[in-house]
């Protein structure tokens, strides 16, 4: 497709099931990011694949959450032991190339809304 | 590591005035991004800034960047409801990941 495509839109689950995010990124873009956004709040990095070197884990806030990114391609997002403050919608973001150059610029999907009940 | 601070975050302004938004960051940044939210949905890029000096507009936002002050703004001209929108200013450093500040929200009354 011509965007960044991520499913599902909507996802309503238990307190303490297990969920998975998708993310399309743009076809040949090299960078992928996931971000968590909270009702009224700013962006909260997450997770972030760049090529083929070692993604930058430095944002997920603890170990019941991963990533992955298969083929340089599609990338999931696992929750593990889903909780209430998990609830939020969770952007991924594609660009061409690392951010700081040329087409460094991030192109959004339109996020996965995830309520924890 | 990289820090991005805006202000002011929330805004509440008259159609037809003028104002600013504000984009600070820590350390050196390569370049900068200014992204428009609207709410329930997701960011549209607006503006991307690539050198000291840099200004660009689009209709009635001007973005500027100050690498020396470390320093962006986005100033709006005779604001129209339109406009009402979370506006978000990113810095990066090299290849590292991209930094967004905390997001102004801005309403524009008739």
């Known amino acids: 497709g011509a965007g960044v495509s991520q499913s599902p839109s909507n996802k309503v689950t238990e307190k303490g099931k297990d969920v998975e995010l998708r993310c399309d990124p743009i076809s040949g873009h090299t960078a992928l990011y996931w971000y968590r956004q909270s009702l009224g709040q700013g962006l909260e990095f997450l997770i972030y694949?760049?090529?083929?070197?070692?993604?930058?884990k430095s944002g997920l806030p603890s170990d019941r959450f991963s990533a992955e990114r298969t083929g340089g391609s599609v990338s999931t997002l696992t929750i593990q032991r889903t909780q209430q403050e998990d609830s939020a919608v969770y952007l991924c973001?594609?660009?061409?190339?690392?951010?700081?150059?040329?087409?460094?610029?991030?192109?959004f999907g339109e996020g996965s809304r995830l309520t924890v009940l | 590591e990289l820090k991005v601070e805006q202000n002011p975050l929330f805004l509440s302004m008259q159609e037809g005035k003028n104002y600013t938004i504000y984009c600070n960051y820590s350390?050196?940044?390569?370049?900068l991004y200014w992204y428009r939210q609207d709410p329930g949905k997701s960011l549209e890029s607006l503006f991307v800034?690539?050198?000291?000096?840099a200004v660009k507009q689009e209709g009635r936002l001007m973005a500027s960047l100050d690498t020396k002050a470390r320093l962006s703004t986005l100033h709006i001209t005779a604001a129209v409801h339109d406009l009402s929108a979370t506006y978000f200013c990113?810095?990066?450093?090299?290849?590292?990941?991209?930094?967004f500040g905390q997001g102004t929200r801005l309403t524009i009354n008739p």
């Open positions: 800034l690539l050198s000291n000096g």
């Open positions: 990113a810095g990066s450093q090299g290849a590292q990941k991209l930094v």
């Open positions: 350390t050196t940044s390569d370049r």
């Open positions: 973001a594609s660009s061409l190339r690392q951010p700081g150059g040329p087409g460094g610029e991030l192109f």
């Open positions: 694949f760049q090529g083929n070197s070692a993604p930058d």
